[in-house]
C-alpha cells in the first residue's frame, strides 16, 4: 500500500505509538496516509480505539513476519 509518511514506533510502548501518530497526523493534510510500524501488541487495540474516536479511518492493520505490526491510517 502506498503512504504519504511513516512512523517509526518499534521498541516504543503505550501511550507512545499513538502518540507519534497523531504527531504525523498533524503533519499530513487530509486524505493523506501515514503507515506505523510498532512492537508494542498493545497497539491494536490501542489504533482500534484511536481511530474510532478521532474518525480517522484505519485502513490495514497486520503482524509481519519479524513480529512488527503495520498499521495504515487515513487522515479524516
Not at 54 to 68: A, R, S
Request: charged letters at 30%; a negative charge.
Amino acid at each position: 500500500m502506498n503512504f504519504d509518511k511513516e512512523v517509526d514506533a518499534r521498541g516504543l510502548t503505550c501511550p507512545l505509538p499513538i502518540l507519534r501518530l497523531k504527531k504525523a497526523l498533524a503533519e499530513v493534510s487530509g486524505g493523506r496516509i501515514v503507515r506505523v510500524l510498532a512492537t508494542d501488541p498493545a497497539s491494536i487495540k490501542d489504533f482500534e480505539a484511536f481511530t474510532r474516536q478521532t474518525g480517522h479511518e484505519l485502513l490495514h492493520q497486520g503482524e509481519m513476519p519479524d513480529d512488527t505490526f503495520e498499521f495504515f491510517v487515513r487522515h479524516k
